[in-house]
């Protein structure tokens, strides 16, 4: 009898020993690091705005859906098939090939009433929001995926802010030496920010971690784009600029701004203006449309269609086409899927 039980237990003993061995081969697999190094998981403007969307190359959005909760979703990119992924409530969004990564947030788990930002680590899943694995476990703020890499600010209560550099494999970790560099600014390979001492425009690779000045201009969130970079241009009332083959500050905007998002050559901006503030639109030929009279936030573009808030709500979320006639209408798909899952609940 006490052999037969002796038995039963190494044969307990040994399946618990392999399926801990299968889970962890999937999870070394689903993690390999295959990204070209041109390979970015969102826009710079996007992640500026709190990467609540992304667009990937295959037309599909990920996006935090504020009427649930901050619950991870997706959907194409003319607003159809909006489907729930998973219960995470997440921001900075970064998608390419196989994998999702994002910050988690927790927060209150009714529809509508906001998220209570308390952060709690950087994970990945598949495209389709499940296996989640966990890439870092602390407090995760600004994420941004270039190439093999993540670059992620963290915090911890015994740890002050630090900045990441983590492989997508895990195979990697590399605390970064100024952690206050911001890691949205992504380009092809680098990521594009203003000093921390003087604000002038430097450039990190990503792959050596060299950082080196690109102009003397000061600049407030950069965003390559088209070949280009524009930027907020802190000595010229925060207007909207493009920096010149020579180096110099070339103003688009008449007025200033304190949040905006670009993408292929059109801008979405914030007007800073206490009486009249408002968004934007600088079309590609130089041409300004407005586009909502208020005080707007948390701009989120894709190829299609570009969505905001206003300062201070969650929702409503409006959406207007990001190029071509402003139509301006509340994210209605958005929040009907997310009623149709509080239902089933």
């Known amino acids: ?136 476990d602390e407090n995760t703020f600004k994420t941004a995926l270039v190439g093999n890499y ?37 380009a092809p390979g680098a990521i594009y920010h203003p000093s921390t001492s003087d604000l002038s425009l430097y450039k990190l690779d990503v792959m050596t971690g060299e950082d080196s000045q690109m102009a003397p201009v000061k600049v407030w969130k950069p965003i390559y784009d088209g070949g280009s970079i524009y930027f907020l241009s802190p000595g010229d009332d925060y207007r909207i600029a493009a920096l010149s083959t020579d180096g110099t500050s070339v103003p688009l905007t008449e007025e200033g701004s304190d949040c905006y998002n670009m993408l292929n050559g059109t801008i979405f901006y914030n007007v800073i203006n206490a009486d009249s503030p408002a968004l934007m639109r600088r079309n590609q030929d130089g041409s300004t449309d407005m586009i909502y009279e208020g005080n707007c936030t948390d701009i989120q573009m894709t190829s299609t269609y570009t969505y905001f808030r206003e300062y201070g709500t969650d929702v409503p979320v409006y959406v207007t086409p990001t190029t071509g006639p402003v139509n301006v209408q509340t994210f209605a798909a958005a929040q009907e899927a997310a009623l149709k899952y509080i239902k089933e609940k």
Do not use: W
Not at 41 to 55: A, D, S, V
Not at 88 to 102: D, E, F, L, Q, T
Not at 119 to 124: M, N, R, V
Not at 165 to 183: A, F, G, Q, V, W
């Open 1 to 136: 009898m006490k052999s037969e039980v002796r038995s039963l237990i190494l044969v307990g003993i040994s399946a618990v020993i392999v399926i801990g061995l299968v889970i962890f081969l999937r999870s070394r697999g689903a993690l390999s690091a295959k990204n070209p190094p041109e390979a970015l998981g969102n826009t710079p403007g996007n992640l500026y705005n709190k990467g609540y969307m992304c667009e990937d190359p295959e037309g599909i959005v990920f996006f935090s859906n504020p009427y649930d909760s901050g619950r991870l979703y997706s959907m194409n990119r003319d607003m159809t098939d909006v489907r729930r992924l998973n219960t995470n409530s997440v921001y900075y969004i970064n998608a390419y090939g196989k994998r999702i990564y994002y910050s988690l947030v927790t927060g209150d788990s009714d529809a509508g009433v906001g998220i209570a930002l308390h952060f709690k680590g950087l994970y990945t899943s598949d495209r389709n929001g499940k296996n989640a694995i966990s890439i870092v």
């Open 150 to 186: 993540l670059m992620a600010e963290t915090y911890s209560a015994a740890e002050a802010q630090k900045l990441l550099k983590l492989k997508i494999d895990k195979s990697e970790t590399i605390e970064m030496k100024d952690p206050r560099i911001d890691p949205c600014g992504v």
